[in-house]
């Protein structure tokens, strides 16, 4: 999915990454194309996006760290973060 997750809040986007786990088979992988905002007050393109985001659906942008412990709760796990630019990743979920 791109740009999906960071249109919602944490119990939205865990209704439908909880949806996205109910059918992803046990050998499956789940990639979410995001925003990822850096630890800490290091510039980001992303923190713009993050405040249209907050303003215009309530949603928001996240840290790798944040989406860990989102994918966790509604049974997946992040095997790997690849950023093939400065801020755009592709979060690889893998079922837990």
């Known amino acids: 999915m791109k740009h999906v ?5 944490d119990e939205r986007a ?3 990454l909880a949806n996205c786990r109910r059918v ?3 050998d499956g992988a789940l990639l979410l194309v995001e925003w990822t905002l850096p630890e800490g007050n290091l510039p980001s393109s992303g923190k713009l996006s993050d ?3 907050l303003v215009m659906t309530g949603g928001k942008e996240r840290t790798a760290e944040e989406y ?3 994918l966790a ?5 992040l095997n790997q973060v690849i950023s093939p630019s400065s801020d755009l990743s592709i979060i690889e979920a893998l079922p837990a």
């Not at 997750?5 to 809040?9: K, R, T, Y």
């Open 5 to 9: 997750i960071h249109d919602w809040d």
């Open 14 to 16: 865990k209704s439908i």
């Open 24 to 26: 992803i088979q046990p």
């Open 51 to 53: 405040v249209v985001m």
């Open 68 to 70: 860990r412990q989102l």
């Open 73 to 77: 709760r509604v049974g997946f796990r």
